[in-house]
Each structure stands twice: as structure tokens, then as C-alpha cells.
């Protein structure tokens, strides 16, 4: 009963966190829009936390390098289970116009398991939201 409970509150309410692993900025800013009032991706019961502890999805943005490989892993460690990652931009699908820098890993999926993918360079917010609320969707 209770696991059902936290489910039904998860799906209803996940909060998330945005991680920026070494974009540009652009997908980032277009995140902000979608959590703005014109967006209002509030509507959904998403709601924006600022630790890994309190986050049901992460939201990343850009490719993985290779200076913070290992603290993108410690803060994917530190949010609790079931959790769930959301690769934004084609940077964070693929690494895009940093795939094959020196310090460029290349995708999220890299290093973390992946759940959802949102195509863009920057994403479009009303992008983001149909690729949460799908993810939602598919956790029902
Ligand atoms: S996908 Fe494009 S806009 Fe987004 S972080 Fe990468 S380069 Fe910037």
C-alpha cells in the first residue's frame, strides 16, 4: 500500500534536478523557460530541487567530460531509487559539436543510464515537457 502510495506521488510530483555536465548554456536557459509561467512545467507537478537527495529524475545537459565524469557518477549515486535520467540537447545524446575534443566523453549515456532522449540544439521547452510527460507516462 504504501509502496503504491510513493509510486502514485512520484509519477504524480517527480522533482528533479538540472545538471549541467559541460554545455553551453543554451539548452540550460531553455530548461528555465520551460519552468517559467509561460511554459509552466510546474502544471505537470514537476518541480525543480537543488540536491540529488530530494530528486526523483535528473535532467543533464551537455556532453560528459572527462574533469567531471566522476562527479556527475557521485551525484547519480546520491539520488535515491528508483531515479531516472533525462539526456537534454543533442550534446547530452551524443556530445554534438563537442563529439571528439580532447576532454569530450561524448553522450550522457556514457556513463549513466539513460531514460529519456530530447533532441535540440537548444531544445525547444515545449520539447522538454512532451519528453517528461512521456517519461511519466511510461512509468504509470
Ligand atoms: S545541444 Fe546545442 S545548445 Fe544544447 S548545450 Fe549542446 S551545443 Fe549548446
Not at 30 to 47: K, N, Q, S, Y
Request: with cysteine; hydrophobic share 45%.
Amino acid at each position: 500500500m504504501i509502496e503504491r502510495l510513493v509510486h502514485w506521488s512520484r509519477v504524480k510530483s517527480p522533482w528533479v534536478l538540472h545538471l549541467n555536465t559541460g554545455a553551453c548554456n543554451a539548452c540550460d536557459i531553455e530548461i528555465l523557460a520551460a519552468l517559467m509561467p509561460r511554459f509552466d512545467l510546474e502544471r505537470f507537478g514537476i518541480l525543480l530541487k537543488g540536491t540529488p537527495r530530494h530528486a526523483d529524475v535528473l535532467i543533464c545537459t551537455g556532453p560528459i567530460t572527462r574533469q567531471n565524469r566522476d562527479r556527475v557518477v557521485r551525484i547519480y549515486e546520491q539520488v535515491p531509487d528508483p531515479k531516472f535520467v533525462v539526456a537534454v540537447g543533442a550534446c547530452a545524446m551524443s556530445g554534438c559539436v563537442y563529439r571528439g575534443a580532447y576532454n569530450s566523453m561524448g553522450g550522457i549515456d556514457q556513463v549513466l543510464p539513460v531514460n529519456a532522449y530530447i533532441p535540440g540544439c537548444p531544445i525547444r521547452p515545449d520539447a522538454l515537457i512532451d519528453g517528461v510527460v512521456k517519461l511519466l507516462n511510461s512509468l504509470k
